[in-house]
């Protein structure tokens, strides 16, 4: 959620917010609490841009720098004696889906540009074009656990369940970035933006301030970011009303902007209409389409916490539903759906816990190349896999297509205007017995569960024939390989030199520090080994999903991006292998690392064969933009055009 405008009115506005150490109010909550410990309530998702500070993005991540990155963070709030809660967001609430297309749509248009910069340039864009790395959300929940933190992921709206937790349990304040913090009654909000780590100090905005500026009270301020439009109530609802505003209350003679016109015309509206006995009706009249009402008293609903009432709301829908669970849940199966919840409020899981409770799963935007016809969109590459995870889940019926479950998806590749979601049927898997069910999963005992657990594990990716070879493999290998048996099964343009790319990341990974992987120097950005470094990050994702509807044959911690891929290493990995390097200089000449790549590679390869699927080599050939610039003849003498495309 958000409202327009709002937080740039406020840090405009005189007595609404000023710098704070939040050092020095943690000292003062202890003296006045003995035994206290103060803590901070953290809106982990307006938190992540900040968070991800290694300078190369573009690659497919620096995790390991990017875990670094948290551990300086915590330990800056640790060392003044603050605990820190991170809540994430674990659901998307149907009002909001409309909003959450609309910037899924825009960030496509985003993604575009930037390869069209890498295709041109081939170097990496400028912070100003930066796109957070795909899953970031997904692996932080993840690393802040690893970092002894407490994790939440929200059953409700994210937003929502932070101010509310901050008010029950009293914290110090809200970190993070997001205006509608200024209309929760709650405790007070910090800036994440604003927030200079070394002292911690930071911009602490003031609810009473705010209304003393607009000359209101706290509790009219729900109905204000209503009236203003937020990602319940639609602008274009609003428009007419706020016109008649700026016509009835635009102050004389003011130079401000439009938007902080609209912002106290509103304002002067709200503070007009209570003067009269029947305020509400007041408002109802400039909203006669009962389905527009009804909408934006959902809006006001939203932002009233337990315990809290509106004077804008009837008597009878003072607060917001907050059920933990769906009336009727699509798994009926009432043991496995409390275990899924409490997994999913842990952080442990959310497609899962979605598609069991609501029969609906979603995923954001990643940096793929929609003009590049050779690799599907990840969304498309990976749905066998998930047809399959819905299959473990939710059943297969009688076994016939007809009697399937169908699950609701909210995927973004290219094509989809993501109007309304794709039904996706599951897909039984092949494997002898049939498809093992969630429960027997979930909670079976006995000597043979874990392998189980691992063979459906694998046969949700296509691997189930190399299950004997997988399973002696370090696990972080092991989901390595079987994501790309299956990368290769599902998109033909995958050669050995791609694979040989993906093996060597991964056999030199535990050997490198953040350090090194920091200092590690990429000639050259190429467009298709961006794409291929993002198909491969949302495939741990899908595995993950896998891990967990399959009772955990892996450690989550096992298949995280910091024990299995590094977005740079990999890169430069990609352009020795496409530049035709021996095995030998890829792997520095490390017989131990060698030993083992190949190893990998007889099972990548032979489980491919076993599929009738031969992985074929195809050097694409790398036009230097160093060589470039050394030769005088440049692109003339080579006789061809720069390019990232390579010739057949």
Same mark, same amino acid.
Not at 191 to 208: A, D, F, G, P
Not at 228 to 256: A, I, W
Not at 514 to 523: H, I
């Given at each position: 959620?958000?409202? *327009?405008?709002?937080?740039?009115?406020?840090?405009?506005?005189?007595?609404?917010?000023?710098?704070?150490?939040?050092?020095?109010?943690?000292?003062?909550?202890?003296?006045?609490?003995?035994?206290?410990?103060?803590?901070?309530?953290?809106?982990?998702?307006?938190?992540?841009?900040?968070?991800?500070?290694?300078?190369?993005?573009?690659?497919?991540?620096?995790?390991?720098?990017?875990?670094?990155?948290?551990?300086?963070?915590?330990?800056?709030?640790?060392?003044?004696?603050?605990?820190?809660?991170?809540?994430?967001?674990?659901?998307?609430?149907?009002?909001?889906?409309?909003?959450?297309?609309?910037?899924?749509?825009?960030?496509?248009?985003?993604?575009?540009?930037?390869?069209?910069?890498?295709?041109?340039?081939?170097?990496?864009?400028?912070?100003?074009?930066?796109?957070?790395?795909?899953?970031?959300?997904?692996?932080?929940?993840?690393?802040? *656990?690893?970092?002894?933190?407490?994790?939440?992921?929200?059953?409700?709206?994210?937003?929502?369940?932070?101010?509310?937790?901050?008010?029950?349990?009293?914290?110090?304040?809200?970190?993070?970035?997001?205006?509608?913090?200024?209309?929760?009654?709650?405790?007070?909000?910090?800036?994440?933006?604003?927030?200079?780590?070394?002292?911690?100090?930071?911009?602490? @905005?003031?609810?009473?301030?705010?209304?003393?500026?607009?000359?209101?009270?706290?509790? &009219?301020?729900?109905?204000?970011?209503?009236?203003?439009?937020?990602?319940?109530?639609?602008?274009?609802?609003?428009?007419?009303?706020?016109?008649?505003?700026?016509?009835?209350?635009?102050?004389?003679?003011?130079?401000?902007?439009?938007?902080?016109?609209?912002?106290?015309? +509103?304002?002067?509206?709200?503070?007009?209409?209570?003067?009269?006995?029947?305020?509400?009706?007041?408002?109802?009249? @400039?909203?006669?389409?009962?389905?527009?009402?009804?909408?934006?008293?959902?809006?006001?609903?939203?932002?009233?916490?337990?315990?809290?009432?509106s004077p804008w709301l009837s008597s009878k829908s003072q607060c917001p539903d907050d059920t933990k669970v769906p009336e009727t849940p699509v798994c009926p199966d009432k043991d496995v759906v409390q275990i899924v919840l409490d997994h999913h409020y842990k952080g442990d899981n959310t497609m899962i816990c979605n598609v069991l409770?609501?029969?609906?799963?979603?995923?954001?935007?990643?940096?793929?190349?929609?003009?590049?016809?050779?690799?599907?969109?990840?969304?498309?590459?990976?749905?066998?896999?998930?047809?399959?995870?819905?299959?473990?889940?939710?059943?297969?019926?009688?076994?016939?297509q007809e009697t399937c479950p169908v699950v609701k998806e909210w995927y973004v590749y290219p094509g989809n205007p993501l109007d309304r979601p794709t039904l996706v049927q599951a897909v039984p898997l092949s494997t002898p017995g049939g498809t093992p069910g969630v429960r027997s999963l979930l909670l079976g005992t006995g000597p043979?569960?874990?392998?189980?657990?691992?063979?459906?594990?694998?046969?949700?990716?296509?691997?189930?024939? @190399?299950?004997?070879?997988?399973?002696?493999?370090?696990?972080?290998?092991?989901?390595?390989?079987?994501?790309?048996?299956?990368?290769?099964?599902?998109?033909?343009?995958?050669?050995?030199?791609?694979? &040989?790319?993906?093996?060597?990341?991964?056999?030199?990974?535990?050997? *490198?520090?953040?350090?090194?992987?920091?200092?590690?120097?990429?000639?050259?950005?190429?467009?298709?080994? +961006?794409?291929?470094?993002?198909? @491969?990050?949302?495939?741990?994702?899908?595995?993950?999903?896998?891990?967990?509807?399959?009772?955990?044959?892996?450690?989550?911690?096992?298949?995280?991006?910091?024990?299995?891929?590094?977005?740079?290493?990999?890169?430069?990995?990609?352009?020795?292998?496409?530049?035709?390097?021996?095995?030998?200089?890829?792997?520095?000449?490390?017989?131990?690392?060698?030993?083992?790549?190949?190893?990998?590679?007889?099972?990548?390869?032979?489980?491919?064969?076993?599929?009738?699927?031969?992985?074929?080599?195809?050097?694409?050939?790398?036009?230097?933009?160093?060589?470039?610039?050394?030769?005088?003849?440049?692109?003339?003498?080579?006789?061809?055009?720069?390019?990232?495309?390579?010739?057949?």
């Amino acid at each position: 959620m958000g409202i *327009k405008g709002l937080q740039s009115f406020a840090q405009n506005s005189p007595n609404v917010c000023n710098m704070i150490n939040i050092k020095t109010l943690a000292h003062r909550q202890r003296s006045l609490y003995p035994g206290c410990t103060p803590t901070i309530v953290v809106d982990a998702m307006g938190c992540l841009r900040t968070w991800y500070t290694p300078n190369a993005w573009v690659h497919g991540g620096q995790w390991k720098e990017y875990l670094c990155s948290l551990q300086k963070f915590i330990t800056a709030f640790q060392s003044a004696g603050i605990r820190l809660v991170f809540i994430f967001d674990g659901v998307v609430e149907q009002k909001k889906r409309a909003e959450w297309a609309q910037r899924r749509l825009r960030d496509n248009h985003e993604i575009s540009k930037i390869f069209s910069f890498i295709k041109c340039s081939g170097k990496q864009p400028d912070r100003n074009m930066f796109f957070i790395p795909s899953g970031i959300s997904t692996f932080t929940r993840f690393a802040l *656990k690893a970092l002894g933190q407490e994790v939440v992921c929200s059953r409700v709206e994210g937003d929502y369940e932070v101010a509310r937790y901050g008010l029950q349990h009293q914290c110090l304040g809200i970190l993070g970035e997001d205006s509608d913090y200024l209309i929760f009654n709650t405790v007070p909000y910090f800036s994440i933006n604003k927030l200079q780590l070394h002292n911690l100090v930071t911009l602490m @905005y003031s609810r009473e301030g705010l209304c003393d500026s607009l000359g209101l009270c706290i509790s &009219d301020l729900p109905l204000l970011a209503c009236l203003l439009g937020n990602d319940t109530v639609p602008m274009h609802m609003v428009e007419d009303f706020q016109k008649n505003c700026l016509t009835l209350y635009r102050s004389k003679g003011t130079r401000h902007n439009r938007r902080t016109q609209v912002i106290q015309a +509103v304002a002067a509206f709200i503070a007009h209409i209570q003067m009269s006995p029947h305020y509400l009706s007041e408002v109802e009249k @400039y909203f006669p389409n009962r389905s527009d009402l009804q909408l934006l008293q959902k809006g006001v609903k939203s932002y009233i916490l337990p315990q809290q009432t509106s004077p804008w709301l009837s008597s009878k829908s003072q607060c917001p539903d907050d059920t933990k669970v769906p009336e009727t849940p699509v798994c009926p199966d009432k043991d496995v759906v409390q275990i899924v919840l409490d997994h999913h409020y842990k952080g442990d899981n959310t497609m899962i816990c979605n598609v069991l409770c609501l029969g609906e799963t979603e995923c954001s935007n990643t940096l793929e190349d929609d003009t590049d016809s050779e690799i599907p969109g990840q969304a498309l590459v990976y749905r066998r896999a998930r047809q399959h995870i819905y299959a473990v889940l939710l059943g297969t019926g009688n076994g016939s297509q007809e009697t399937c479950p169908v699950v609701k998806e909210w995927y973004v590749y290219p094509g989809n205007p993501l109007d309304r979601p794709t039904l996706v049927q599951a897909v039984p898997l092949s494997t002898p017995g049939g498809t093992p069910g969630v429960r027997s999963l979930l909670l079976g005992t006995g000597p043979d569960i874990q392998r189980l657990r691992f063979h459906t594990c694998m046969a949700c990716f296509d691997a189930d024939h @190399y299950v004997e070879e997988l399973s002696v493999l370090e696990p972080p290998l092991a989901a390595t390989c079987c994501l790309l048996i299956y990368l290769a099964l599902q998109v033909e343009s995958l050669s050995l030199e791609d694979v &040989d790319a993906f093996l060597s990341q991964a056999v030199c990974l535990p050997g *490198k520090s953040a350090g090194e992987l920091k200092c590690l120097q990429v000639y050259f950005v190429d467009s298709r080994a +961006v794409h291929l470094a993002f198909l @491969y990050l949302r495939g741990i994702v899908t595995l993950m999903g896998a891990n967990s509807a399959c009772g955990y044959p892996f450690k989550m911690m096992d298949l995280m991006p910091w024990n299995t891929f590094d977005g740079k290493l990999f890169h430069q990995k990609y352009l020795h292998c496409h530049k035709g390097s021996s095995v030998e200089e890829i792997l520095d000449g490390n017989e131990s690392l060698i030993a083992q790549f190949k190893k990998l590679k007889a099972i990548v390869y032979g489980a491919c064969i076993a599929k009738r699927r031969t992985l074929k080599a195809q050097r694409r050939e790398h036009y230097h933009l160093q060589d470039q610039r050394q030769s005088a003849g440049g692109q003339k003498a080579r006789g061809y055009q720069h390019s990232n495309r390579w010739p057949r």
